[in-house]
């Protein structure tokens, strides 16, 4: 229902699609198809995914296999579904078999990773796991107490920095040595997000992962990338970086219970070919919820 509310803009732009498709005949397909792709790229799909589906839709009626409006626009969302559901893609975390597991959540500033890192812990806690916070955002110093507020609201244990200006790669495997002695399942690594385009986070985040890799051979697990669902196609840059430099495993996108860009989505994961793990669509506890494709193609094609 969230994801639905959420995705109202979207829908509504999409929502053309349907009265072009009513009166759609073969005659009419390239006017219709033009017109499809602008509402398409209006609803952030990017050119790339855009030509994708237009051209793939003009086959399948050019071979003559869709003879009317409602057989393109179930097309439609099939391609979007296809898109999104990549081949071999893991949606489910990745926690391998070594105790304890480690999940790295990065991102720029604000985009939500100490409130998703928070939910995660909530839903791993209450799946039966030993769940233990590391507070890896040295840089900001807010973000500690911020996940001091999570760690008490979740019942998780945490490790924060035992000194002002400590390296975040040492706090990281301070806590993940504290993990493997203490028994926890999960070690949830909390990190810096200062501008994407700032070189030093970028080492910094590589240091993170060597550190941790250290303590526990394979760690991390999994490093999930949090994305604002709001920013559009502004999260391509972003993501393609982060990507090239540490290895995303999985995306967290956010704020889905905003005004979210939904094309961007399917753009994002087609272009990076990572899979959405879970999305957030709010600030409480509960607010973080596997991704969920279909649910995602029917919240933004009514
Ligand atoms: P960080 O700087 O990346 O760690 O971002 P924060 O976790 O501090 O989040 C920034 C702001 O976004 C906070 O006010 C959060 O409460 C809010 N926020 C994070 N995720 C969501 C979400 O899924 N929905 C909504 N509505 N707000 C969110």
Redesign the pocket.
């Given at each position: 229902e969230k994801i639905f509310s959420g995705f109202s803009k979207t829908r509504d732009n999409l929502a053309v699609i349907d009265e072009l498709l009513l009166y759609w005949n073969l005659a009419e397909t390239d006017r219709v198809l033009d017109e499809l792709e602008e509402v398409l790229l209006v609803s952030d799909f990017g050119p790339r995914i855009t030509i994708k589906i237009v051209e793939s839709l003009r086959e399948d009626i050019l071979a003559g296999k869709l003879k009317s409006g409602s057989e393109i626009k179930d097309t439609l969302k099939r391609i979007v579904l296809d898109l999104l559901i990549k081949k071999g893609n893991k949606v489910d975390l990745q926690l391998g078999f070594r105790k304890p597991a480690v999940v790295m959540i990065v991102?720029?500033?604000?985009?939500?990773?100490?409130?998703?890192l928070g939910k995660l812990a909530y839903r791993l806690k209450n799946e039966g796991a030993k769940i233990l916070m590391a507070a890896g955002?040295t840089f900001?110093a807010a973000?500690s107490d911020?996940l001091e507020i999570w760690a008490e609201r979740t019942g998780c244990d945490i490790v924060v920095a035992e000194k002002e200006k400590a390296k975040a790669s040492s706090v990281l495997s301070q806590a993940v040595k504290r993990g493997k002695e203490q028994g926890f399942d999960v070690v949830l690594c909390?990190t810096s997000?200062r501008l994407h385009t700032n070189y030093s986070l970028m080492e910094e985040l590589i240091a993170c992962k060597k550190a941790v890799g250290k303590v526990v051979p394979g760690a991390p697990n999994e490093i999930l990338l949090?994305l604002d669902g709001n920013t559009g196609l502004n999260m391509l840059p972003q993501a393609r970086e982060f990507n090239e430099v540490v290895g995303i495993t999985g995306l967290i996108l956010?704020?889905?219970?905003?005004s979210a860009r939904g094309g961007c989505v399917v753009s994002v994961v087609d272009e990076l070919g990572i899979p959405v793990k879970f999305v957030?669509?709010?600030?409480g506890v509960e607010?973080?919820q596997p991704f969920d494709a279909e649910a995602f193609v029917n919240a933004v094609f009514s």
């Open positions: 991102g720029v500033n604000g985009g939500g990773k100490t409130t998703s955002d900001r973000a911020q909390d997000g949090v956010t704020k889905l219970d905003g957030g669509v709010g600030e607010d973080l």
